[in-house]
């Protein structure tokens, strides 16, 4: 990406994280941000002089997108199609825009995606200590012949080189990154979480004692399963853990549960999920503030919340 000019639309984490490290591997990185907000602020604390998203895409040669899925296909029309010419690439952090039309590209621009397999934060840190997170990349579109290089040279300007590269389509990457979130490591986890700890509540158990075995633990086992997998975690508890494990997960994991994972993963390949979320956005967010609210004052909020402050965890 060397240089490479480079616009950054929205600085989260992830588009922060982005901006930094091809700004350290020889581009030159241009910030589109909404003046006024905390993306702002984090763009000026990065050393970056944010611009409106239309001022910073017309000179760019890769501009890549870290806003929101549910905001993106406003701000395309309104700031980025506008401004674009033929030679440009469009590059994603999650393929949600594309796959289910959110964003319709001309066809004179490539259409790149370059997915980092963590947190902005860690694609950061990695970067600094000489290292990276492995990354998938896509193309959707190719219409210079050659966006699958410019998608290759993004992942070495992030680091993403040194930990692994996977080819694949932003249809795949969108559909398994949404079951991931809402099957495993955002919904199911959650919910999960939230059944244990009342169970053992209801059960006259202090609400502490369920709080470290449900919530607090859980960091110790999904620590050993990225190093050690399944198999390899299970060879690194007790036996009665273990055991445990064995006999009981396919008791709670089971063909009801299953049948709900094939429902939750057909709403997502048919964009019922996707419409849903995009309608729910552009209502105002009703349910999705009322079911977060609802959650703040569940007794696991409460009780974690002091055995974190107890342990010095909390805001940390």
Not at 107 to 126: I, N, W
Not at 268 to 297: C, N
Request: charged share 25%; with cysteine; net charge negative.
């Amino acid at each position: 990406m060397s240089g490479k000019t480079v616009a950054v639309l929205g600085c989260g984490t992830q588009g922060q994280a982005h901006a930094l490290n091809l700004r350290d591997a020889g581009a030159n990185v241009l910030i589109g941000q909404r003046l006024g907000g905390r993306g702002e602020q984090l763009a000026r604390e990065a050393g970056f002089e944010p611009r409106p998203v239309g001022d910073v895409v017309a000179s760019a040669d890769l501009i890549i997108f870290g806003l929101p899925d549910e905001s993106m296909g406003a701000i395309f029309e309104a700031d980025v199609r506008p401004a674009l010419r033929d030679g440009q690439t469009l590059g994603f952090l999650h393929g949600f825009a594309i796959h289910y039309g959110r964003i319709k590209p001309p066809s004179g621009v490539d259409v790149v995606l370059v997915a980092p397999k963590g947190q902005g934060r860690a694609v950061r840190a990695l970067y600094q200590a000489g290292r990276g997170v492995a990354a998938l990349i896509a193309v959707a579109q190719d219409s210079s012949g050659s966006a699958r290089r410019t998608a290759l040279a993004w992942c070495a300007g992030i680091g993403a080189h040194h930990a692994g590269i996977l080819e694949t389509t932003f249809g795949d990457e969108t559909e398994t990154d949404l079951f991931g979130e809402q099957a495993v490591l955002c919904g199911g986890l959650s919910a999960l979480i939230k059944a244990a700890f009342e169970t053992l509540v209801e059960a006259g158990y202090p609400a502490e004692l369920a709080y470290f075995e449900c919530c607090h633990e859980v960091k110790l086992i999904a620590d050993l399963l990225q190093v050690h997998g399944i198999t390899g975690t299970r060879e690194r508890i007790s036996n009665t853990a273990r055991f445990g494990d064995l006999t009981r997960g396919p008791r709670v994991v089971d063909e009801r549960v299953r049948e709900k994972l094939r429902e939750i993963l057909s709403e997502i390949r048919s964009g019922a999920f996707a419409r849903e979320w995009v309608g729910e956005h552009d209502a105002g967010k009703p349910q999705f503030m009322a079911l977060t609210d609802r959650d703040r004052e569940h007794p696991i909020e409460t009780t974690g919340a002091r055995i974190r402050k107890m342990m010095g965890l909390d805001g940390k």
